[in-house]
Protein backbone atom coordinates (compact mmCIF):
# COMPACT_ATOMS: atom_id res chain seq x y z
CA UNK A 1 0.00 0.00 0.00
CA UNK A 2 2.93 2.47 1.04
CA UNK A 3 4.89 1.64 -2.56
CA UNK A 4 1.37 2.30 -4.59
CA UNK A 5 0.21 6.11 -2.66
CA UNK A 6 4.47 6.82 -3.05
CA UNK A 7 3.64 6.13 -6.74
CA UNK A 8 0.83 8.51 -6.56
CA UNK A 9 2.07 10.89 -5.13
CA UNK A 10 5.13 11.25 -7.33
CA UNK A 11 2.97 10.92 -10.69
CA UNK A 12 0.86 13.90 -9.24
CA UNK A 13 3.20 15.91 -8.30
CA UNK A 14 5.35 15.34 -11.71
CA UNK A 15 2.31 15.94 -13.94
CA UNK A 16 1.54 18.98 -11.60
CA UNK A 17 5.04 20.61 -12.21
CA UNK A 18 4.84 19.77 -15.88
CA UNK A 19 1.72 21.10 -16.04
CA UNK A 20 2.41 24.21 -13.76
CA UNK A 21 5.81 25.02 -16.05
CA UNK A 22 3.07 25.52 -19.16
CA UNK A 23 2.48 29.12 -20.77
CA UNK A 24 -1.00 28.89 -20.86
CA UNK A 25 -3.46 29.82 -17.78
CA UNK A 26 -5.38 26.23 -18.10
CA UNK A 27 -2.59 23.89 -17.77
CA UNK A 28 -1.40 26.02 -15.10
CA UNK A 29 -4.76 25.88 -12.96
CA UNK A 30 -4.74 22.27 -13.52
CA UNK A 31 -0.59 21.80 -12.58
CA UNK A 32 -1.58 23.47 -8.90
CA UNK A 33 -4.38 21.68 -8.31
CA UNK A 34 -2.31 18.37 -8.79
CA UNK A 35 0.06 19.33 -6.97
CA UNK A 36 -2.38 20.20 -4.28
CA UNK A 37 -3.90 16.72 -4.69
CA UNK A 38 -0.34 15.22 -3.94
CA UNK A 39 0.37 17.38 -0.96
CA UNK A 40 -3.04 16.24 0.58
CA UNK A 41 -2.01 12.45 -0.51
CA UNK A 42 1.38 12.80 1.00
CA UNK A 43 0.05 14.87 4.33
CA UNK A 44 -2.46 12.03 4.99
CA UNK A 45 0.88 9.50 4.58
CA UNK A 46 2.66 11.06 7.28
CA UNK A 47 0.44 9.88 9.62
CA UNK A 48 0.93 6.49 8.64
CA UNK A 49 -1.18 3.93 6.88
CA UNK A 50 -3.48 1.85 8.79
CA UNK A 51 -6.42 0.09 8.03
CA UNK A 52 -9.60 -0.44 10.50
CA UNK A 53 -7.98 1.42 13.68
CA UNK A 54 -9.98 3.35 15.95
CA UNK A 55 -9.01 7.26 15.22
CA UNK A 56 -8.56 8.33 18.95
CA UNK A 57 -7.08 5.55 21.57
CA UNK A 58 -9.60 2.93 23.07
CA UNK A 59 -8.54 0.67 25.15
CA UNK A 60 -8.34 -2.90 23.75
CA UNK A 61 -7.56 -1.55 20.07
CA UNK A 62 -4.32 -2.57 18.93
CA UNK A 63 -3.28 0.82 17.57
CA UNK A 64 -5.03 3.77 16.08
CA UNK A 65 -5.31 6.09 12.96
CA UNK A 66 -3.20 9.13 13.73
CA UNK A 67 -5.90 12.28 14.18
CA UNK A 68 -3.28 15.05 13.57
CA UNK A 69 -2.49 14.33 9.96
CA UNK A 70 -6.21 14.13 9.11
CA UNK A 71 -6.68 17.36 10.11
CA UNK A 72 -3.98 18.86 8.57
CA UNK A 73 -5.09 17.40 5.19
CA UNK A 74 -8.92 19.08 5.94
CA UNK A 75 -7.56 22.61 6.37
CA UNK A 76 -4.74 22.54 3.47
CA UNK A 77 -8.27 21.36 1.34
CA UNK A 78 -10.31 24.26 2.46
CA UNK A 79 -7.07 26.27 1.78
CA UNK A 80 -6.30 25.05 -1.95
CA UNK A 81 -9.94 24.78 -2.33
CA UNK A 82 -10.33 28.51 -2.39
CA UNK A 83 -6.79 29.27 -3.82
CA UNK A 84 -8.42 27.20 -6.94
CA UNK A 85 -11.51 28.95 -6.94
CA UNK A 86 -9.56 32.22 -6.59
CA UNK A 87 -6.81 31.40 -9.40
CA UNK A 88 -9.59 30.51 -12.04
CA UNK A 89 -11.30 33.75 -11.83
CA UNK A 90 -7.94 35.50 -11.81
CA UNK A 91 -7.18 33.02 -15.02
CA UNK A 92 -10.42 34.39 -16.77
CA UNK A 93 -10.20 37.86 -15.71
CA UNK A 94 -6.11 38.22 -17.18
CA UNK A 95 -7.89 36.14 -19.98
CA UNK A 96 -10.10 38.97 -20.32
CA UNK A 97 -7.53 41.51 -19.95
CA UNK A 98 -4.87 40.84 -21.82
CA UNK A 99 -6.46 39.41 -24.62
CA UNK A 100 -5.46 35.75 -24.32
CA UNK A 101 -4.54 33.06 -22.29
CA UNK A 102 -0.58 33.18 -22.31
CA UNK A 103 0.67 33.39 -18.64
CA UNK A 104 2.89 36.68 -19.79
CA UNK A 105 0.14 38.06 -22.29
CA UNK A 106 1.80 37.36 -25.05
CA UNK A 107 -0.10 35.70 -28.20
CA UNK A 108 2.01 32.83 -29.48
CA UNK A 109 -0.24 31.52 -31.79
CA UNK B 1 -2.30 33.23 31.21
CA UNK B 2 -1.42 36.35 29.92
CA UNK B 3 -3.90 37.73 27.26
CA UNK B 4 -2.23 40.53 25.78
CA UNK B 5 -0.37 37.96 23.68
CA UNK B 6 -3.45 37.02 21.50
CA UNK B 7 -4.80 40.37 21.48
CA UNK B 8 -2.78 41.53 18.42
CA UNK B 9 -3.75 38.43 16.67
CA UNK B 10 -7.59 38.70 17.36
CA UNK B 11 -7.76 42.96 17.18
CA UNK B 12 -7.39 43.00 12.87
CA UNK B 13 -9.54 40.02 12.46
CA UNK B 14 -12.45 41.25 14.85
CA UNK B 15 -11.64 44.49 13.23
CA UNK B 16 -12.11 42.74 9.49
CA UNK B 17 -15.19 41.58 10.68
CA UNK B 18 -16.74 45.01 11.84
CA UNK B 19 -15.66 46.30 8.49
CA UNK B 20 -17.70 43.64 6.86
CA UNK B 21 -20.51 44.12 8.89
CA UNK B 22 -20.60 47.96 7.10
CA UNK B 23 -19.11 47.48 3.79
CA UNK B 24 -21.60 49.84 2.50
CA UNK B 25 -20.37 53.27 3.33
CA UNK B 26 -16.94 54.22 2.96
CA UNK B 27 -16.42 56.99 5.99
CA UNK B 28 -17.58 53.90 8.33
CA UNK B 29 -15.14 51.85 6.79
CA UNK B 30 -12.46 54.72 6.94
CA UNK B 31 -13.11 55.12 10.74
CA UNK B 32 -12.85 51.88 11.37
CA UNK B 33 -9.99 50.76 10.08
CA UNK B 34 -7.98 53.94 11.89
CA UNK B 35 -8.96 53.21 15.05
CA UNK B 36 -8.28 49.40 14.32
CA UNK B 37 -4.55 50.32 13.31
CA UNK B 38 -4.37 52.66 16.48
CA UNK B 39 -5.34 50.24 18.70
CA UNK B 40 -3.34 47.76 17.03
CA UNK B 41 0.01 50.05 18.06
CA UNK B 42 -0.90 50.29 21.54
CA UNK B 43 -1.43 46.35 21.81
CA UNK B 44 1.90 45.60 19.99
CA UNK B 45 3.49 48.43 22.67
CA UNK B 46 2.07 46.74 25.41
CA UNK B 47 3.15 43.50 24.23
CA UNK B 48 6.66 44.77 23.63
CA UNK B 49 6.76 46.44 27.30
CA UNK B 50 5.70 42.76 28.80
CA UNK B 51 8.52 40.79 27.38
CA UNK B 52 10.89 43.16 27.73
CA UNK B 53 12.35 42.10 30.90
CA UNK B 54 13.33 39.27 28.93
CA UNK B 55 9.92 36.98 30.33
CA UNK B 56 8.79 34.72 27.17
CA UNK B 57 4.99 34.86 27.16
CA UNK B 58 3.03 31.57 26.23
CA UNK B 59 -0.85 31.37 25.20
CA UNK B 60 -2.43 27.83 25.19
CA UNK B 61 -5.23 28.23 22.62
CA UNK B 62 -8.20 26.60 24.35
CA UNK B 63 -6.23 25.91 27.21
CA UNK B 64 -4.84 22.56 25.71
CA UNK B 65 -0.96 22.20 27.10
CA UNK B 66 1.89 22.05 24.26
CA UNK B 67 2.75 20.62 22.78
CA UNK B 68 -1.08 19.19 21.85
CA UNK B 69 -2.29 22.27 21.54
CA UNK B 70 -1.50 25.16 19.52
CA UNK B 71 0.67 28.08 21.08
CA UNK B 72 1.01 31.73 20.73
CA UNK B 73 4.49 32.74 21.90
CA UNK B 74 5.46 36.29 22.51
CA UNK B 75 9.50 36.56 23.24
CA UNK B 76 11.43 39.87 22.13
CA UNK B 77 11.71 39.07 18.94
CA UNK B 78 7.89 38.53 18.29
CA UNK B 79 7.30 41.58 19.93
CA UNK B 80 9.46 43.84 18.23
CA UNK B 81 8.34 42.64 15.08
CA UNK B 82 4.43 43.48 16.02
CA UNK B 83 5.58 46.46 16.78
CA UNK B 84 7.60 47.50 13.25
CA UNK B 85 4.06 45.96 11.66
CA UNK B 86 1.93 48.18 14.33
CA UNK B 87 4.14 51.27 13.16
CA UNK B 88 4.23 51.29 9.45
CA UNK B 89 0.44 50.61 9.05
CA UNK B 90 -0.98 53.83 9.90
CA UNK B 91 0.88 55.22 7.45
CA UNK B 92 0.22 52.63 4.44
CA UNK B 93 -3.05 53.41 5.65
CA UNK B 94 -3.18 57.12 5.70
CA UNK B 95 -1.63 57.30 2.16
CA UNK B 96 -4.33 54.89 1.24
CA UNK B 97 -7.39 56.94 2.36
CA UNK B 98 -6.25 59.89 -0.36
CA UNK B 99 -8.01 57.57 -2.64
CA UNK B 100 -6.73 54.30 -3.53
CA UNK B 101 -9.14 52.71 -1.21
CA UNK B 102 -11.94 53.68 -2.92
CA UNK B 103 -10.89 52.05 -6.12
CA UNK B 104 -12.31 48.70 -4.81
CA UNK B 105 -15.21 47.34 -2.88
CA UNK B 106 -12.91 45.62 0.24
CA UNK B 107 -9.56 47.59 0.55
CA UNK B 108 -10.04 48.13 4.13
CA UNK B 109 -11.36 44.36 5.01
CA UNK B 110 -8.20 42.93 3.06
CA UNK B 111 -6.06 45.49 4.88
CA UNK B 112 -7.14 44.42 8.31
CA UNK B 113 -6.58 40.56 7.10
CA UNK B 114 -3.00 40.85 6.04
CA UNK B 115 -1.96 42.45 9.36
CA UNK B 116 -3.86 39.96 11.17
CA UNK B 117 -2.20 37.32 8.73
CA UNK B 118 1.27 39.44 9.55
CA UNK B 119 0.75 39.44 13.67
CA UNK B 120 -0.52 35.54 13.06
CA UNK B 121 3.05 34.79 11.56
CA UNK B 122 4.98 36.58 14.14
CA UNK B 123 3.16 35.08 17.25
CA UNK B 124 2.57 31.47 16.41
CA UNK B 125 4.52 28.48 17.92
CA UNK B 126 3.36 26.00 15.65
CA UNK B 127 4.49 25.06 12.27
CA UNK B 128 1.19 24.31 10.62
CA UNK B 129 -0.40 27.23 12.48
CA UNK B 130 2.44 28.82 10.72
CA UNK B 131 1.39 28.17 7.29
CA UNK B 132 -1.82 28.59 8.20
CA UNK B 133 -1.02 32.31 9.14
CA UNK B 134 0.95 32.71 5.88
CA UNK B 135 -2.21 31.60 4.16
CA UNK B 136 -3.81 34.27 5.48
CA UNK B 137 -1.09 36.53 4.83
CA UNK B 138 -0.86 35.94 1.27
CA UNK B 139 -4.86 35.68 0.55
CA UNK B 140 -5.15 39.09 1.76
CA UNK B 141 -2.04 40.36 -0.35
CA UNK B 142 -3.92 38.46 -3.43
CA UNK B 143 -6.47 40.61 -2.83
CA UNK B 144 -4.76 44.44 -2.26
CA UNK B 145 -2.12 43.31 -5.34
CA UNK B 146 -5.14 43.05 -7.70
CA UNK B 147 -6.86 46.41 -6.17
CA UNK B 148 -7.61 48.72 -8.47
CA UNK B 149 -7.24 46.41 -11.62
CA UNK B 150 -5.06 47.23 -14.88
CA UNK B 151 -4.00 45.26 -17.22
CA UNK B 152 -0.21 44.88 -15.73
CA UNK B 153 -1.43 44.55 -12.33
CA UNK B 154 -3.32 41.46 -13.44
CA UNK B 155 -0.26 40.04 -14.85
CA UNK B 156 1.76 40.45 -11.92
CA UNK B 157 -1.07 39.02 -9.64
CA UNK B 158 -1.07 35.90 -11.43
CA UNK B 159 2.62 35.55 -11.60
CA UNK B 160 2.73 36.34 -7.37
CA UNK B 161 -0.15 34.35 -6.70
CA UNK B 162 0.90 31.01 -8.75
CA UNK B 163 4.79 31.46 -7.60
CA UNK B 164 3.01 31.37 -4.09
CA UNK B 165 0.56 28.40 -4.13
CA UNK B 166 3.88 26.31 -5.39
CA UNK B 167 5.67 27.76 -2.02
CA UNK B 168 2.77 27.30 0.11
CA UNK B 169 2.68 23.37 -1.43
CA UNK B 170 6.51 22.93 -0.51
CA UNK B 171 5.61 24.20 2.60
CA UNK B 172 2.82 21.66 3.53
CA UNK B 173 5.91 18.97 2.08
CA UNK B 174 8.40 19.99 4.70
CA UNK B 175 5.89 20.49 7.39
CA UNK B 176 4.19 17.21 6.41
CA UNK B 177 7.95 15.61 6.44
CA UNK B 178 8.72 16.78 9.70
CA UNK B 179 5.31 15.39 11.55
CA UNK B 180 5.72 12.06 9.90
CA UNK B 181 9.78 11.83 10.98
CA UNK B 182 8.95 13.25 14.24
CA UNK B 183 5.66 13.48 15.22
CA UNK B 184 5.16 17.11 16.55
CA UNK B 185 4.26 20.23 14.61
CA UNK B 186 5.24 22.33 17.91
CA UNK B 187 8.07 24.42 17.16
CA UNK B 188 9.65 23.97 20.83
CA UNK B 189 8.91 20.56 20.97
CA UNK B 190 10.41 20.02 17.43
CA UNK B 191 13.84 22.02 18.14
CA UNK B 192 14.13 19.37 21.29
CA UNK B 193 12.70 16.10 18.15
CA UNK B 194 15.09 17.51 15.72
CA UNK B 195 18.55 17.59 18.43
CA UNK B 196 17.73 13.73 19.50
CA UNK B 197 16.70 12.53 15.61
CA UNK B 198 18.24 9.06 15.05
CA UNK B 199 21.01 8.70 12.58
CA UNK B 200 18.52 6.88 10.46
CA UNK B 201 16.07 10.25 10.29
CA UNK B 202 19.00 12.78 10.08
CA UNK B 203 18.89 13.16 5.96
CA UNK B 204 14.69 13.24 6.36
CA UNK B 205 15.12 16.08 8.61
CA UNK B 206 17.99 17.66 6.83
CA UNK B 207 15.53 17.68 3.38
CA UNK B 208 12.50 18.98 5.36
CA UNK B 209 14.73 21.57 7.19
CA UNK B 210 15.97 22.95 3.68
CA UNK B 211 12.79 22.72 1.75
CA UNK B 212 11.59 24.93 4.74
CA UNK B 213 14.00 27.41 4.05
CA UNK B 214 13.61 27.34 0.59
CA UNK B 215 9.69 28.31 1.06
CA UNK B 216 10.60 30.99 3.40
CA UNK B 217 13.74 32.37 1.15
CA UNK B 218 10.82 32.24 -1.45
CA UNK B 219 8.61 34.26 0.66
CA UNK B 220 11.53 36.74 1.48
CA UNK B 221 13.13 36.98 -1.89
CA UNK B 222 16.58 35.50 -1.89
CA UNK B 223 18.39 35.12 -5.10
CA UNK B 224 16.99 32.03 -6.87
CA UNK B 225 13.64 32.75 -5.87
CA UNK B 226 13.50 36.69 -5.87
CA UNK B 227 12.33 37.07 -9.56
CA UNK B 228 8.27 37.49 -8.33
CA UNK B 229 9.05 40.47 -6.10
CA UNK B 230 10.27 43.54 -8.74
CA UNK B 231 6.74 42.85 -10.80
CA UNK B 232 4.27 42.67 -7.73
CA UNK B 233 5.87 45.46 -5.69
CA UNK B 234 6.28 47.73 -8.97
CA UNK B 235 2.31 47.04 -10.37
CA UNK B 236 1.15 47.44 -6.53
CA UNK B 237 -0.60 50.85 -6.15
CA UNK B 238 1.58 53.26 -3.94
CA UNK B 239 0.05 52.45 -0.44
CA UNK B 240 -0.14 48.20 -1.27
CA UNK B 241 3.64 48.39 -1.65
CA UNK B 242 4.38 50.23 1.10
CA UNK B 243 2.53 47.63 3.43
CA UNK B 244 4.06 45.28 1.52
CA UNK B 245 7.79 46.51 2.68
CA UNK B 246 7.12 44.12 5.62
CA UNK B 247 5.87 40.98 3.81
CA UNK B 248 9.75 40.09 2.84
CA UNK B 249 10.30 40.31 6.44
CA UNK B 250 8.08 37.51 7.33
CA UNK B 251 10.33 35.29 6.01
CA UNK B 252 13.69 36.95 7.13
CA UNK B 253 11.59 36.56 10.62
CA UNK B 254 11.14 32.75 9.55
CA UNK B 255 14.49 31.97 8.33
CA UNK B 256 15.43 33.90 11.39
CA UNK B 257 13.36 31.50 13.93
CA UNK B 258 14.08 28.04 12.33
CA UNK B 259 17.64 28.58 12.26
CA UNK B 260 18.29 30.01 15.84
CA UNK B 261 15.38 27.72 17.19
CA UNK B 262 15.10 24.45 15.19
CA UNK B 263 18.90 23.86 13.26
CA UNK B 264 21.04 25.94 16.19
CA UNK B 265 24.18 24.75 17.42
CA UNK B 266 22.49 22.50 19.13
CA UNK B 267 20.33 20.51 16.94
CA UNK B 268 22.46 17.34 17.22
CA UNK B 269 22.71 15.82 12.72
CA UNK B 270 21.34 18.85 11.76
CA UNK B 271 23.50 21.10 13.71
CA UNK B 272 23.90 24.48 11.33
CA UNK B 273 21.78 23.18 8.50
CA UNK B 274 21.44 26.53 6.99
CA UNK B 275 24.95 28.09 7.46
CA UNK B 276 26.31 26.94 4.25
CA UNK B 277 23.37 28.04 2.23
CA UNK B 278 22.27 31.62 3.74
CA UNK B 279 25.50 34.07 3.74
CA UNK B 280 25.98 32.75 0.43
CA UNK B 281 22.39 32.95 -0.95
CA UNK B 282 22.11 36.53 1.10
CA UNK B 283 25.31 38.12 -0.35
CA UNK B 284 23.99 37.39 -4.16
CA UNK B 285 20.99 38.89 -3.06
CA UNK B 286 22.39 42.30 -2.41
CA UNK B 287 24.61 42.35 -5.51
CA UNK B 288 21.93 41.27 -7.72
CA UNK B 289 19.50 43.77 -5.98
CA UNK B 290 21.57 46.32 -6.39
CA UNK B 291 22.31 45.82 -10.38
CA UNK B 292 18.66 45.39 -10.84
CA UNK B 293 18.54 49.10 -9.44
CA UNK B 294 21.01 50.06 -11.36
CA UNK B 295 19.57 48.19 -14.41
CA UNK B 296 15.69 49.90 -13.79
CA UNK B 297 14.25 51.54 -16.35
CA UNK B 298 11.37 52.09 -13.74
CA UNK B 299 11.30 54.06 -10.80
CA UNK B 300 9.28 52.02 -9.17
CA UNK B 301 10.97 48.52 -10.80
CA UNK B 302 13.96 50.38 -8.97
CA UNK B 303 12.58 50.93 -5.68
CA UNK B 304 11.59 47.01 -6.05
CA UNK B 305 15.35 46.24 -6.71
CA UNK B 306 16.20 47.94 -3.68
CA UNK B 307 13.46 45.91 -1.70
CA UNK B 308 15.72 42.57 -2.64
CA UNK B 309 19.10 44.29 -1.88
CA UNK B 310 17.99 45.24 1.29
CA UNK B 311 16.88 41.68 2.05
CA UNK B 312 20.18 40.66 0.89
CA UNK B 313 21.60 43.27 3.88
CA UNK B 314 19.29 41.70 6.26
CA UNK B 315 19.98 38.25 6.30
CA UNK B 316 24.47 38.51 5.75
CA UNK B 317 23.37 40.50 9.34
CA UNK B 318 20.96 37.44 10.23
CA UNK B 319 23.73 34.70 8.64
CA UNK B 320 26.69 36.13 10.57
CA UNK B 321 24.64 34.00 13.35
CA UNK B 322 26.76 35.85 16.29
CA UNK B 323 24.43 37.83 19.03
CA UNK B 324 26.20 41.23 17.21
CA UNK B 325 25.03 40.46 13.85
CA UNK B 326 21.33 38.99 14.44
CA UNK B 327 21.26 42.39 16.53
CA UNK B 328 22.45 44.56 13.84
CA UNK B 329 19.92 43.19 11.35
CA UNK B 330 17.44 43.49 14.06
CA UNK B 331 18.13 47.03 14.43
CA UNK B 332 18.32 47.30 10.25
CA UNK B 333 15.21 45.67 9.43
CA UNK B 334 12.83 48.33 11.11
CA UNK B 335 15.13 50.78 9.14
CA UNK B 336 14.77 49.28 6.15
CA UNK B 337 10.86 48.49 6.12
CA UNK B 338 10.24 52.26 6.82
CA UNK B 339 12.72 53.62 4.30
CA UNK B 340 11.25 51.76 1.57
CA UNK B 341 7.83 52.17 2.25
CA UNK B 342 8.40 56.19 2.16
CA UNK B 343 10.04 55.64 -1.07
CA UNK B 344 7.36 53.52 -2.46
CA UNK B 345 4.70 56.14 -1.12
CA UNK B 346 6.92 58.80 -2.97
CA UNK B 347 7.59 57.26 -6.29
CA UNK B 348 3.79 56.82 -6.42
CA UNK B 349 3.30 60.83 -5.81
CA UNK B 350 5.90 61.22 -8.27
CA UNK B 351 4.73 59.09 -10.74
CA UNK B 352 0.59 60.44 -10.38
CA UNK B 353 2.63 64.00 -11.61
CA UNK B 354 4.31 62.89 -14.68
CA UNK B 355 1.67 62.26 -16.79
CA UNK B 356 3.34 60.66 -20.03
CA UNK B 357 6.47 59.70 -18.48
CA UNK B 358 4.56 57.96 -15.78
CA UNK B 359 7.60 56.31 -13.83
CA UNK B 360 9.70 55.34 -16.71
CA UNK B 361 13.39 56.76 -15.58
CA UNK B 362 13.20 59.70 -18.60
CA UNK B 363 13.52 63.41 -18.33
CA UNK B 364 10.04 64.84 -18.82
CA UNK B 365 8.52 68.52 -18.17
CA UNK B 366 9.43 69.53 -15.15
CA UNK B 367 6.05 68.36 -11.95
CA UNK B 368 4.51 70.19 -9.87
CA UNK B 369 5.89 70.67 -6.27
CA UNK B 370 9.38 69.20 -7.40
CA UNK B 371 11.00 71.14 -4.80
CA UNK B 372 9.36 69.05 -1.88
CA UNK B 373 9.25 66.04 -3.54
CA UNK B 374 12.52 66.03 -4.02
CA UNK B 375 13.87 67.02 -0.95
CA UNK B 376 11.66 64.19 0.52
CA UNK B 377 13.55 61.96 -2.17
CA UNK B 378 16.95 63.22 -1.18
CA UNK B 379 16.32 62.24 2.13
CA UNK B 380 14.91 58.66 1.58
CA UNK B 381 17.02 57.91 -1.25
CA UNK B 382 19.60 59.11 1.82
CA UNK B 383 18.26 56.44 4.06
CA UNK B 384 17.99 53.28 1.72
CA UNK B 385 21.62 53.82 0.27
CA UNK B 386 22.62 53.54 4.26
CA UNK B 387 24.51 57.27 4.13
CA UNK B 388 25.35 58.67 7.39
CA UNK B 389 23.37 60.34 9.23
CA UNK B 390 20.46 58.23 9.01
CA UNK B 391 19.79 54.91 10.72
CA UNK B 392 20.62 52.91 7.57
CA UNK B 393 24.31 53.83 8.20
CA UNK B 394 23.99 52.83 11.90
CA UNK B 395 22.33 49.41 10.70
CA UNK B 396 25.28 49.00 8.19
CA UNK B 397 27.96 49.99 10.60
CA UNK B 398 26.87 47.52 13.01
CA UNK B 399 26.63 44.97 10.35
CA UNK B 400 30.39 45.58 9.41
CA UNK B 401 31.18 45.61 12.88
CA UNK B 402 29.95 41.97 13.63
CA UNK B 403 30.86 40.81 10.24
CA UNK B 404 34.86 41.15 11.70
CA UNK B 405 34.61 38.37 13.40
CA UNK B 406 33.24 36.00 10.69
CA UNK B 407 36.33 34.16 8.36
CA UNK B 408 34.73 35.71 5.42
CA UNK B 409 35.60 39.07 6.22
CA UNK B 410 36.82 40.57 3.28
CA UNK B 411 33.43 39.69 1.32
CA UNK B 412 31.46 40.48 4.00
CA UNK B 413 32.79 43.94 3.64
CA UNK B 414 33.62 44.51 -0.01
CA UNK B 415 29.80 43.00 -0.95
CA UNK B 416 28.43 45.38 1.93
CA UNK B 417 29.77 48.57 1.14
CA UNK B 418 30.06 48.00 -2.83
CA UNK B 419 26.47 47.46 -2.63
CA UNK B 420 25.81 50.49 -0.77
CA UNK B 421 27.86 52.67 -3.52
CA UNK B 422 26.35 51.25 -6.33
CA UNK B 423 22.48 52.09 -4.95
CA UNK B 424 23.57 55.42 -4.38
CA UNK B 425 24.74 55.42 -7.74
CA UNK B 426 21.13 54.21 -8.46
CA UNK B 427 19.81 56.65 -6.81
CA UNK B 428 21.51 59.64 -7.73
CA UNK B 429 20.92 58.53 -11.40
CA UNK B 430 16.68 58.92 -10.76
CA UNK B 431 16.77 61.81 -8.71
CA UNK B 432 19.25 63.63 -11.27
CA UNK B 433 16.72 62.56 -14.40
CA UNK B 434 13.70 63.62 -12.09
CA UNK B 435 14.27 66.49 -10.53
CA UNK B 436 17.55 67.97 -12.59
CA UNK B 437 17.33 67.04 -15.94
CA UNK B 438 13.72 68.30 -16.11
CA UNK B 439 12.54 69.99 -19.63
CA UNK B 440 10.43 73.39 -18.49
CA UNK B 441 6.71 72.41 -19.34
CA UNK B 442 5.13 73.80 -21.98
CA UNK B 443 2.25 75.19 -20.07
CA UNK B 444 3.32 76.43 -16.61
CA UNK B 445 2.44 74.41 -14.17
CA UNK B 446 -0.26 75.39 -11.86
CA UNK B 447 1.18 75.51 -7.99
CA UNK B 448 -0.84 73.08 -5.80
CA UNK B 449 -3.00 73.80 -2.93
CA UNK B 450 -0.71 73.01 -0.33
CA UNK B 451 -3.33 71.60 2.14
CA UNK B 452 -4.22 68.96 -0.44
CA UNK B 453 0.22 68.68 -1.05
CA UNK B 454 0.72 68.59 3.05
CA UNK B 455 -2.57 65.40 3.25
CA UNK B 456 -0.50 63.32 0.35
CA UNK B 457 2.79 63.91 1.87
CA UNK B 458 2.51 63.48 5.08
CA UNK B 459 2.35 59.22 5.34
CA UNK B 460 6.24 59.49 3.32
CA UNK B 461 7.20 62.34 5.70
CA UNK B 462 5.95 60.55 8.71
CA UNK B 463 7.92 57.15 7.57
CA UNK B 464 11.26 59.03 7.94
CA UNK B 465 10.33 61.04 10.71
CA UNK B 466 10.58 56.97 12.08
CA UNK B 467 13.70 56.60 10.34
CA UNK B 468 14.83 60.41 12.22
CA UNK B 469 13.92 58.33 15.73
CA UNK B 470 15.35 54.95 15.14
CA UNK B 471 18.56 57.63 14.58
CA UNK B 472 18.16 59.23 17.43
CA UNK B 473 17.23 56.38 19.82
CA UNK B 474 19.74 54.17 18.63
CA UNK B 475 21.42 53.71 21.45
CA UNK B 476 18.40 51.94 23.91
CA UNK B 477 17.06 50.53 20.89
CA UNK B 478 20.52 48.51 19.45
CA UNK B 479 20.55 47.51 23.62
CA UNK B 480 17.16 46.27 22.89
CA UNK B 481 17.87 44.19 19.75
CA UNK B 482 20.96 42.67 21.11
CA UNK B 483 18.55 41.72 24.59
CA UNK B 484 16.74 40.16 21.53
CA UNK B 485 19.04 38.28 19.62
CA UNK B 486 20.86 36.89 22.86
CA UNK B 487 17.47 35.41 23.96
CA UNK B 488 17.29 34.07 20.56
CA UNK B 489 20.81 32.08 20.79
CA UNK B 490 19.45 30.71 24.10
CA UNK B 491 16.70 28.64 22.77
CA UNK B 492 16.57 26.45 25.72
CA UNK B 493 14.31 29.53 27.16
CA UNK B 494 12.00 29.19 24.56
CA UNK B 495 11.57 25.27 24.78
CA UNK B 496 11.32 25.55 28.57
CA UNK B 497 8.38 28.64 28.52
CA UNK B 498 6.76 26.16 26.00
CA UNK B 499 6.57 22.78 26.95
CA UNK B 500 7.21 23.45 31.20
CA UNK B 501 3.20 23.21 32.02
CA UNK B 502 3.02 19.10 31.65
CA UNK B 503 5.60 18.74 28.79
CA UNK B 504 8.80 16.94 28.81
CA UNK B 505 11.79 19.64 28.40
Redesign the interface.
Known sequence: MEVLLALIVGALTTGGIYL?LRAR?FP?VLG?TL??Y??NL??F????LTVGQPPVIVSGAPGYADP??QA?VL??IV?SF??TA??IV??L??RA??GNDH???LHRP | MNHWVIAPVLWPWLAGILLLLGRGSLAWQRGVSIAAVAGQLGLALVLAAEVSGGSILVYTLGNWSAPFGIVLVADRLAAWMLVVTALLAPFALLYALRGDDAAGAHFHILFQLQLFGLNGAFLTGDL?NLF?FF?ILL?AS?GLL?HG?G?KR??A???F??IN??G??LF??A???L??VLGT?NLADLALKVAAAPPENAPLVRVAGLLLFSVFALKAALLPFYLWLPDAYANASGSVAALFAIMTKVGAYSILRIDTLLFGPNAGLAAELLEPWLLPMAMATLLIGVVGALASLRLRQQVAYLVVASVGSLLIAFGLGSVSGIAAGLYYLPHTTFAAAALFLLADSITRRRSDQADRLDPGPTMASAGVLGGLFFIAAVAVAGLPPLSGFLGKFLTLRAALAHPWWPWLMAIILSGGLISLIALARTGSLLFYRAVPPENPVTPEAPSALARELAPSLGLLLLVAGLTVAAGPLAQGTQAAASQLLQPQYYIQAVLKPGGTP
Open positions: ATLLLSAVFLAMGRVPLTAIAMFVLAKAEMVDG | FVEMYLSRTRGLHVTLISTLFAGTYGL
